[in-house]
């Protein structure tokens, strides 16, 4: 989940703003969850169907 669209609960502002000290640590947490966790939905799709292209490139390659 990106954290561009989360509402904080405390400030109600922008989590990606961090205008309190809820939104910074909500926003610390969802960037340290792993290597794709800042990424938006398109760009993890786009790179879902370069490695499928890429593996079925291989696959054909061998056969």
Do not use: K, W
């Amino acid at each position: 989940m990106t954290y561009d669209r989360l509402v904080c609960a405390s400030c109600a502002a922008p989590v990606s703003e961090g205008r309190c000290p809820v939104c910074r640590a909500s926003r610390e947490r969802l960037q340290q969850e792993g290597p794709f966790a800042g990424l938006n939905p398109m760009a993890l799709i786009a790179l879902l169907a370069v490695l499928i292209a890429a593996v079925a490139l291989l696959a054909h390659q061998t056969v």
